[in-house]
């Protein structure tokens, strides 16, 4: 997405005139032809891929505006509370936030499918998605409405399933559990009788340790490794239907946004599109790695969830999507436009990523030493 280099001559009317676009409201503060924008995260400090990838994006946009646009970052809990980013923005009391969509889901119920949505997108259908098949036009009318800006800035890519304290064999099995799992892939947990909880990262290894919670989904190996769910529980557990590409934002002000020159927003639009996919690759190259961590130096046990188990969640998904798109017409038409999209990526994705990842395992030598 990197396509435009900021111009350091734009010239001193552009600027001038982004100032006095921004001087309706207090922040961010603008002196000398600089700005400070804050920006609060849902993530822990410096927590690997989330933290970090949020902090990454602050400096790359500082970076890249050569200082312009200066970037404080402040992880969940230092500015405002991890679930209040959202507010936080709308209200310009921060200017960006580094979250996940589905967090705002109470906002309304079409957040989420611009982060992940059960037996959704991966994460590379999910960029179709956005940027060639009217994704971003629904998102930014959507987040309008709430005073906001959105991009997407990060991707975990297709995550675990998650820690349960004891083995799971059937549906029967999840029915009472505690489970903390957010978003529509919670409602698909709640459709089969789990009792699902949501709560930021930063209280998860608290309350699986206290029982508060019997089970929880977080991201994958290298997080979950990072977070030491192993020294509670050795079950683990694959693959996950709930997030199989989840989208990570940031959102922006929008009365900012506006305010900024063309140049500048270029400058932001390109720097959320490289760290999406810098973040994607380096959630792809350390999972493995640290899923051989867990297995052979910790005692956990990997275990694939029962295609049983998963064809029955997969049924309460698609009543829990239906249900869904009855909220509004906003939500119905962001629906409506997944799923027509989710048609394509499915039957191209079947021929060409999956295709060929059947044909790689077949049984033959490519290893020649």
């Known amino acids: 997405m990197e396509r435009r280099k900021f111009l ?8 001038a ?22 920006m609060v995260t849902t993530w822990p400090k410096n927590f690997p891929g989330l933290g970090t ?13 050569e200082g312009r646009i200066n970037v404080k970052l402040f992880a969940a809990g230092e500015l405002v509370p991890a679930f209040e980013s959202f507010d936080a923005v709308r209200n310009n009391t921060a200017q960006m936030y580094h979250g996940a969509e589905y967090y705002w889901q109470g906002k309304s119920q079409a957040f989420p499918f611009f982060a992940a949505v059960p037996y959704g997108f991966t994460a590379t259908e999910m960029h179709s998605w956005i940027h060639h098949g009217g994704g971003q036009e629904l998102w930014d009318e959507l987040a309008a409405d709430f005073n906001i800006k959105p991009f997407m800035a990060a991707n975990t890519g297709v995550q675990m399933a998650g820690w349960f304290r004891e083995p799971i064999s ?10 903390r799992m957010p978003g529509l892939g919670g409602e698909v947990l709640r459709q089969i009788g789990t009792s699902v909880v949501n709560l930021p990262g930063g209280e998860l ?21 990072a977070f030491g769910f192993y020294k509670i529980t050795k079950h683990y557990y694959w693959p996950g239907m709930h997030e199989p590409g989840t989208t990570l934002s940031c959102g922006i002000n929008k009365e900012v946004w506006d305010s900024f020159s063309e140049s500048d927003k270029a400058i932001i639009e390109a720097a959320c599109g490289a760290e999406n996919n810098n973040s994607l690759a380096e959630f792809n190259s350390r999972n493995n790695d640290a899923l051989q961590t867990l297995i052979n130096e910790h005692g956990v046990q990997l275990h694939r969830m029962p295609d049983e188990i998963m064809k029955q969640l997969g049924e309460a998904a698609g009543d829990v999507m239906a249900d869904t798109a009855k909220e509004d017409d906003i939500t119905r038409r962001v629906y409506e436009s997944y799923m027509d999209f989710r048609k394509k990526a499915v039957a191209w994705s079947k021929r060409a990523d999956q295709g060929y990842m059947n044909i790689r395992d077949l049984p033959f030598d490519y290893t020649k030493s």
């Open 8 to 15: 350091r001559g734009t010239g001193a009317a552009t600027v």
């Open 17 to 38: 005139g982004a100032a006095a676009a921004a001087s309706s409201f207090s922040a961010p503060a603008i002196a000398q032809n600089k700005r400070e924008l804050k």
């Open 53 to 65: 990838s949020a902090q990454r994006l602050a400096d790359r946009i500082s970076k890249m505006s």
């Open 170 to 179: 059937s549906l029967e099995d999840m029915k009472g559990l505690k489970f």
């Open 205 to 225: 290894f608290q309350a699986l340790q206290s029982g508060n919670i019997d089970a929880t989904e977080w991201v994958g190996p290298w997080n979950d490794l």
